[in-house]
C-alpha cells in the first residue's frame, strides 16, 4: 500500500472522526481546526477523487438540501484500505519517532 502523504492522513482522520457528517465543508473546516492550515476547495476535491480511486474512500449523494434549487452534498467514508492507510501510517510514525518524542517534549519544557 503505498504511503499517504500528509494531506491525505489529515483528510482521513478529519473523514474518521467526522463519521456521517464528513462532507466537503466540514472536511475542511475539521482538517483546518486540527492543522492551522487551510485546504482551497480545489485541492480537496481532487484529494478527496484521488483517495475514491485508490479505495481508500467511499463517495455518496446525499438528498437534496430543502432550499429551492438545493444542491445534494457528497458524503465521504473510509473504506477499509482508508483504515488501513491510517493505521499503516501511524505504525510507520510510531517507529520513526519512537522515543524521540519524549526527548523532545522535555526539551520543549526547558525553553
Not at 485541492?43 to 446525499?62: A, N, P, S, W
Not at 429551492?68 to 510510531?94: D, I, M, N, W
Not at 518524542?101 to 520543549?108: A, D, G, H, M, Y
Amino acid at each position: 500500500m503505498p504511503e499517504l502523504t500528509k494531506n491525505e492522513e489529515l483528510v482521513l482522520l478529519a473523514i474518521m472522526q467526522l463519521k456521517e457528517n464528513a462532507y466537503g465543508v466540514h472536511i475542511r473546516q475539521h482538517t483546518q481546526v486540527k492543522s492551522g492550515k487551510s485546504i482551497n476547495y480545489g485541492t480537496l476535491y481532487r484529494m478527496l477523487d484521488q483517495m475514491v480511486k485508490k479505495g481508500l474512500l467511499e463517495r455518496k449523494e446525499g438528498a437534496p438540501m430543502a432550499e429551492p434549487g438545493g444542491r445534494r452534498k457528497t458524503f465521504y467514508t473510509l473504506r477499509k484500505a482508508g483504515e488501513q492507510a491510517l493505521q499503516e501510517a501511524l505504525r510507520y510514525q510510531q517507529a520513526v519517532w519512537g522515543d524521540i518524542t519524549e526527548i523532545i517534549l522535555n526539551s520543549s519544557k526547558n525553553i
